[in-house]
């Protein structure tokens, strides 16, 4: 019984976090990503958009729940190997990590306020000045 209760309490636990949709500030063209471009683009091996402009990726931090569902749902990946990806770029000095910021306050700021950027937000924290991005499964 207690571990029913338990599996009870997880799955509505990670049921309560609520869906993240991409989204860019209103300077990029794109309207919408593949899965494989997205990740391209959160792994740091895509730099511009196809105008030429400079992206500027910006994340929540790794353990935030918001994180975690954008990275199993949107990039089909468990966070920690999201981690490995950027840590192995950095130190062979052929990437960088993305901006990581506290909050998705921040977060939103950050992405209506910088030319280039792309993130993610929870659907409820969604700006007017911001473009969501749909993603296709190809």
């Known amino acids: 019984m207690t571990f029913l209760r338990s599996l009870c309490c997880l799955l509505l636990l990670a049921c309560s976090v609520q869906a993240v949709e991409v989204v860019v500030h209103s300077s990029v063209s794109e309207t919408t990503l ?35 569902r954008f990275s199993r749902d ?6 920690y190997q999201l981690d490995a990806i950027w840590s192995r770029q950095r130190y062979s000095g052929i990437g960088s990590f993305p901006m990581q910021v506290d909050s998705a306050a921040e ?4 992405l209506e306020t910088t030319p280039g950027a792309i993130g993610y937000l929870p659907t409820d924290t969604l700006s007017s000045n911001l473009r969501v991005v749909t993603i296709n499964e190809k």
């Open 34 to 68: 593949s899965t494989a471009q997205l990740r391209a683009i959160f792994t740091m091996r895509q730099t511009r958009w196809t105008d030429g402009q400079a992206i500027q990726v910006f994340v929540l931090q790794s353990d935030h729940p918001h994180h975690q």
């Open 74 to 79: 949107k990039l089909k990946m468990f966070p």
């Open 107 to 110: 977060l939103l700021l950050l």
